[in-house]
């Protein structure tokens, strides 16, 4: 078992910044893929981005445009996003979500709420 708990979340003015944390404990951390996904109201929850095991391998959704970067610390077991000129559209609770095969995801944490006034 693996518990994820994101933190960060906030009302940000169009163009601004949040740095999301997501802390994990239960499971060796360093054996999971991490990633994080977000739901916006009224749509589907969508991925915003991955990183390997070692943070070796970076991959994001194509709406991040170099705004976002995802960043892990496995000695701390904790995984990052910051999040740069904000958009009105990025309004969504975030949720991280740690997976060991790929193409699963098997833990998720209960989501942090961004918010960005236009």
């Known amino acids: 078992q693996v518990q994820l708990v994101e933190s960060g979340g906030e009302l940000v003015q169009a163009g601004g910044s949040l740095r999301l944390s997501c802390a994990a404990s239960?499971?060796?951390?360093?054996?999971?893929?991490m990633g994080w996904f977000r739901r916006a109201p009224g749509k589907e929850r969508e991925y915003v981005a991955f990183?390997?095991?070692?943070?070796?391998?970076?991959r994001y959704a194509d709406f991040v445009k170099d705004r976002f970067t995802i960043s892990r610390d496995n000695a701390k077991n904790m995984v990052y996003l910051q999040m740069n000129s904000l958009k009105s559209e990025d309004t969504a609770v975030y949720y991280c979500?740690?997976?060991?095969?790929?193409?699963?995801?098997?833990?998720w944490g209960q989501g942090t709420q961004v918010t960005v006034s236009s």
């Open positions: 239960g499971r060796t951390f360093s054996d999971y893929r």
């Open positions: 990183i390997s095991r070692s943070g070796g391998i970076i």
């Open positions: 979500a740690a997976g060991i095969s790929n193409g699963s995801w098997d833990y």
